[in-house]
Nanobody
Framework: QLQLVESGGGLVQPGGSLRLSCAAS????????IGWFRQAPGKEREGVSC??????STYYADSVKGRFTISRANATVYLQMNSLKPEDTAVYYC??????????????????????WGQGTQVTVSS
């Protein structure tokens, strides 16, 4: 059974950094496209960053480009978040879509509803 478990959220000051982790189990991660979504109160869900594991290609939303980095080590997916801003405050979710190798942008922009989701981790950026 596919399972995604996020960790690493918390409270951080503006300009600070956090690294989110997502432990994946129950499926072969190599065959999936994975990513991170977020949802802030009163806002629509947003695909933040996605990566197609078959070739390592990535996608970043304009709002995080240059500040966030998605990566993977074995069965764990990471989201390194630097230069955090108050508008980054949200619940962050790890998602996986497959086993077809969907393009990273396709997952982040189009296929969120079709993906499997973790339970989420809260990130709060505030002074």
């Amino acid at each position: 059974q596919l399972q995604l478990v996020e960790s690493g959220g918390g409270l951080v000051q503006p300009g600070g950094s956090l690294r989110l982790s997502c432990a994946a189990s129950g499926f072969t991660l190599d065959r999936y496209t994975i990513g991170w979504f977020r949802q802030a109160p009163g806002k629509e869900r947003e695909g933040v960053s996605c990566m197609r594991n078959s070739d390592g290609s990535t996608y970043y939303a304009d709002s995080v480009k240059g500040r966030f980095t998605i990566s993977r080590a074995n069965a764990t997916v990471y989201l390194q978040m630097n230069s955090l801003k108050p508008e980054d405050t949200a619940v962050y979710y790890c998602v996986a879509d497959g086993p077809l190798p969907w393009a990273a942008q396709a997952l982040c922009v189009l296929r969120g509803k079709s993906a499997s989701w973790g339970q989420g981790t809260q990130v709060t950026v505030s002074s």
